[in-house]
């Protein structure tokens, strides 16, 4: 592949005695929705984690936009480009939906004592950007959700938390997103709306690519361009939804068949 976005080459990942990753090798392109499957222990979230610095590898490469990020903080992951939701929600719920929104920008902001006292005006700017931006972001998920910005997150369904989540990474503006089970603790119904608005996302913010676990076979068959499957920290098929739910590795692995 031509200059993919993340280029991942023979990636580790040891915990101890447990490895949970195996000489990974992949290149996710750019503009694009790449899945990754595997049943639960696979290493799909730690694959998260190592990519975003969280883990650092026990060997191998990570490269996006063709600098290696392999041993960066997550600090600095983040400013690279990189933003990521995670299964289990992350939201701070006696706060507001707009404070909710705004910590994903936080390290972009002037918070220092000096600017918050002595430059009100700048001070009060920022904050009509940031409330601007939030309510843009909001708005193309559920327009009902920005009318109630400044509503407390503890009073909303499900689907509106994951909604105000997906919000929080993109409000910083990422080349990649990385969404971690996105659809975890939701119906059917749900579901169905919310990959609606990720597609949604993805048509109306340009250069964005998106890396989305789930274990929902109708949700990656629906939004995914490529998939990777994992089986105990190996990649073991790569191709469309089709090829790679077709494969009988995968379906020994995943799917039950024997």
Request: include cysteine; aromatic fraction near 6%.
């Amino acid at each position: 592949m031509q200059n993919p976005l993340l280029s991942i080459s023979n990636l580790g990942k040891k915990f101890g005695g447990v490895t949970a990753l195996v000489d990974l090798d992949l290149a996710v392109p750019r503009n694009r929705i790449f899945g990754l499957i595997g049943p639960n222990g696979s290493g799909k979230t730690t694959f998260f984690n190592v990519v975003t610095g969280i883990y650092p590898a026990t060997s191998g490469t990570v490269v996006f936009e063709k600098e290696d990020i392999t041993r960066f903080s997550p600090q600095k992951v983040y400013r690279a480009g990189v933003a990521r939701t995670f299964q289990r929600s992350r939201l701070l719920l006696p706060l507001s939906i707009l404070d909710n929104i705004t910590l994903g920008d936080h390290s972009q902001l002037e918070n220092g004592l000096f600017f918050n006292l002595f430059r009100r005006r700048a001070l009060a700017a920022q904050y009509r950007q940031l409330l601007d931006k939030s309510r843009d972001l909001i708005t193309i998920f559920d327009p009902g959700l920005a009318d109630r910005i400044f509503e407390p997150v503890v009073n909303l369904p499900m689907i509106s938390r994951r909604r105000i989540e997906i919000c929080r990474a993109l409000i910083s503006n990422p080349k990649l997103l990385l969404l971690d089970e996105p659809s975890a603790g939701m119906t059917h119904e749900e579901t169905h709306r919310l990959i609606d608005d990720i597609l949604q996302i993805k048509d109306k913010i340009a250069d964005l690519t998106i890396i989305i676990i789930e274990h929902e076979m109708s949700v990656m068959e629906r939004i995914t361009d490529h998939c990777a499957v994992l089986n105990f920290g190996q990649k073991i098929c790569e191709g469309t939804y089709q090829q790679v739910a077709a494969d009988p590795e995968v379906q020994k692995a995943y799917l039950g068949v024997d």
